[in-house]
Nanobody, 123 residues
């Protein structure tokens, strides 16, 4: 079983930065991809980006490309989402997720989910 716990959410002004973290615990032997998703009020959960478990590949949604970056801290078994140049449209609950599949970039491919962290970007 795998447990994921996000932290670092909060309120930030447009143009600012925020870093989310995801602590990973439990059995990771079958995990191939770690992803970030977000869900705005009244909308579906959407893909933000992923990093392969080996750390050798990343992919980002077009809406965040060049502004967001995913990294892993292997020593602390933690995943990070660095968010820069934040916009009001980035306001959402952000979820960390883990998949048994390579290069998983959609909600159905992820088996394990964190509880979510609220990010609010004000004008």
């Amino acid at each position: 079983q795998l447990q994921l716990r996000e932290s670092g959410g909060g309120l930030v002004q447009a143009g600012g930065s925020l870093r989310l973290s995801c602590a990973v615990s439990g059995s990771t032997s079958s995990i191939e991809t770690m992803g970030w998703f977000r869900q705005a009020p009244g909308k579906e959960r959407t893909f933000v980006g992923y990093i392969t478990w080996s750390g050798d590949d990343t992919k980002y949604a077009d809406s965040v490309k060049g502004r967001f970056a995913i990294s892993r801290d292997y020593a602390k078994n933690t995943l990070h989402l660095q968010m820069n140049s934040l916009k009001e449209d980035d306001t959402a609950v952000y979820f960390c997720a883990a998949s048994n599949l390579f290069h998983a970039d959609a909600v159905p491919w992820y088996k394990y989910w964190g509880q979510g962290a609220q990010v609010t970007v004000s004008s």
